[in-house]
């Protein structure tokens, strides 16, 4: 289910609302899709100041990660950015390793999804209005 807040994720039924300033959130993920030899890595903020945040997080924690996720080729985080309007960009933490169900939603390339699948299938994510 869609939250009807604005700019709230929600992934496998956990909700990561979005207080600017205060407490913000980030998906970053890397994966490749289907028939390409080239990697995607997806950062995706709340707000722009998130997005950086993520990007700092990233070059900041790039080996401890290296060392604790269980596949590099393959995964989707939940940074938690929180006091950005004291500490700004640099104040990203990792809220959740969200590999599972960010990719359970996954629909094979070629086929369509079906009408609704995202919102209602478990694992999926939502986004507002969906």
């Not at 289910?1 to 979005?18: K, N, Q």
């Not at 707000?47 to 590099?72: C, F, G, Q």
């Not at 940074?79 to 950005?84: E, H, M, P, Y």
């Not at 169900?101 to 609704?116: D, H, I, L, S, T």
Request: charged share 20%; proline share 9%; hydrophobic share 45%.
């Amino acid at each position: 289910m869609a939250s009807s807040r604005p700019l709230t994720y929600e992934i496998d039924g956990r909700v990561y609302p979005c207080s600017p300033g205060t407490e913000e959130f980030a998906l970053v993920a890397k994966f490749t899709p289907d028939g390409s030899t080239w990697p995607v890595i997806l950062i995706c903020g709340q707000t722009a100041l998130s997005n950086r945040a993520a990007v700092s997080y990233l070059k900041r924690e790039h080996r401890a990660l290296a060392r604790t996720l269980p596949d590099l080729r393959r995964f989707a985080l939940m940074l938690r950015v929180t006091a950005s309007d004291a500490f700004g960009h640099e104040a990203a933490a990792l809220a959740a390793d969200v590999t599972g169900p960010a990719f359970a939603a996954a629909v094979p390339v070629g086929r369509p999804a079906e009408p609704g699948a995202a919102s209602a299938r478990p694992g999926s994510v939502a986004q507002p209005g969906e």
